[in-house]
């Protein structure tokens, strides 16, 4: 079963535009990690954060987190047609060993 | 440094019959995890192997198996494959704790 939920769940914009999708989880974490997945190919690894960690950036990629509302965001800016594709967000939980709980993903589709 | 490499990357198998996928991890790797995503129910955690051993499980039935190799190299069985097993099998290699690598799946269809 999924950890939690991504919103929304479909999101259609235009080039240039700027992208946010939320994801809410249910445990407490030692990190949350986003991933981009292309046309049912493997996952990409986006940006990590961590539980002591507030907010990262990696290039036209800002990643918010707030453990107290057991949520974060991803904001791709300035978004491209090649960012067309699903998003994940995934959890680490403190006693888990290297197993990720997945939310449901966010199908960001570009248009030029 | 090479990525995460699964082979292979589609199959068609029948009912009932077993199926053997691998996964070669990001050198220096020593966790293994592997995945099955499915359009109804999503990524889901199968499990993960660290240095040889399964450190975590998830709630799959027993048909579902794997092991790892001294060198990390992973891979997973599943036996008496039914037609609710067609997925995207997905594995991943890490550093325990950090982000996690996947290769670019498998592909089984089960007819």
């Known amino acids: 079963s999924q950890q939690g939920e991504e919103d929304p769940q479909a999101l259609s914009i235009q080039e240039g535009e700027n992208a946010t999708m939320n994801c809410s989880y249910k445990?407490?974490?030692?990190?949350l990690q986003w991933y981009r997945q292309n046309s049912g190919r493997g996952l990409v690894h986006l940006i990590l954060?961590?539980?002591?960690?507030r907010e990262k950036h990696s290039g036209r990629l800002r990643v918010t987190l707030d453990t107290s509302k057991k949520s974060s965001s991803l904001l791709i800016t300035a978004s491209r047609a090649a960012d067309t594709a699903s998003y994940f967000c995934?959890?680490?939980?403190?006693?888990?060993?290297?197993?990720?709980?997945f939310g449901e993903g966010t199908q960001l589709t570009v248009n030029p | 440094k090479a990525g995460v490499t699964q082979t292979p990357r589609y199959l068609i198998k029948t009912r009932g019959q077993q199926v053997t996928l691998s996964c070669s991890p990001i050198?220096?790797?020593?966790?293994v995890s592997w995945y099955q995503q499915t359009p109804g129910q999503g990524l889901q955690f199968l499990f993960e192997?660290?240095?040889?051993?399964?450190?975590n499980k998830g709630n799959f039935p027993g048909r579902f198996s794997g092991r790892q190799f001294s060198n990390s190299r992973s891979e997973m069985n599943v036996s008496t494959l039914e037609l609710g097993d067609s997925a995207l099998y997905l594995c991943?290699?890490?550093?325990?704790?950090?982000?996690?690598?996947f290769g670019p799946g498998t592909r089984l269809t089960v007819t």
């Open positions: 954060i961590r539980s002591n960690e």
């Open positions: 995934a959890t680490l939980q403190e006693t888990s060993g290297s197993r990720l709980t």
């Open positions: 050198s220096g790797h020593r966790s």
């Open positions: 445990t407490s974490i030692n990190n």
């Open positions: 991943a290699s890490s550093w325990t704790g950090s982000a996690q690598y």
């Open positions: 192997y660290f240095s040889e051993t399964q450190r």
